[in-house]
Every structure is written in structure tokens, then in C-alpha cells.
């Protein structure tokens, strides 16, 4: 399994941005896929996360200002961010869990919120 993500870049605070990962090969019906973020010096957190099934979780400092989504025929996952602060600034990863399995990582595209 393989992911690509995209659409990071710079942002100034309280613009928005857009991320997208797709994941390519052998993935089993029921999968979560999310997003996860590193700033320097911190450690990688969750931002949210959807199932196939459409469950969603998101990280309490986003709530309200990020919004994930998916597309399941295709095995894309969608980070909608609005609102952007200083703080989300961050190398963001996606990730892919399914049952069984060590879960898969994309490569990061990082996200800079900076005027």
C-alpha cells in the first residue's frame, strides 16, 4: 500500500488550506484513515481520523476548524483546514489502518502558517 499526499504550502493565520491523500494497492473494505501532524520538536499527534464506515474523531485543538473527509471508491482522504493558526504549523501525515495489519504512512506535506 502506498500513500500520496499533497496540497500543503504557506498559509497566512485564519486562511485555509486543503490537504488530499490517496492510497493506492491491496486495501480491505473496512479501513481508518487519518491525519497526523509534527511540528519541530514535538511529537506526532493525531488531527482526525474517518473510517470507512464514516466514524469520525478529531484532535480537540481543531475541532470546529478542520474538517476531514473521504471519498471510499477511491481511497482518498480529504483535511479541510479553515481557520489556520501559528500552532497548526506541522509536517502533516497521513495514515492508513486496516484490520491485521502495521498501519501504512505517507510521506508528509508540510503545512507553514506564518504572515
Known amino acids: 500500500v502506498q500513500l500520496q499526499a499533497s496540497g500543503g504550502g504557506l498559509v497566512q493565520p485564519g486562511g485555509s488550506l486543503r490537504l488530499s491523500c490517496a492510497a493506492s494497492?491491496?486495501?480491505?473494505?473496512?479501513?481508518?484513515m487519518a491525519w497526523y501532524r509534527q511540528a519541530p520538536g514535538k511529537q506526532r499527534g493525531l488531527v482526525a481520523e474517518m473510517s470507512s464506515g464514516g466514524r469520525i474523531d478529531y484532535a480537540d485543538s481543531v475541532k470546529g476548524r478542520f474538517t476531514i473527509s473521504r471519498n471510499n471508491a477511491r481511497n482518498t482522504v480529504f483535511l479541510q483546514m479553515d481557520s489556520l493558526k501559528a500552532e497548526d504549523t506541522a509536517v502533516y501525515y497521513c495514515?492508513?489502518?486496516?484490520?491485521?495489519?502495521?498501519?501504512?504512512w505517507g510521506q508528509g506535506t508540510l503545512v507553514t502558517v506564518s504572515s
Open positions: 495514515r492508513l489502518d486496516s484490520p491485521g495489519r502495521a498501519p501504512f
Open positions: 494497492g491491496s486495501i480491505s473494505g473496512f479501513n481508518v
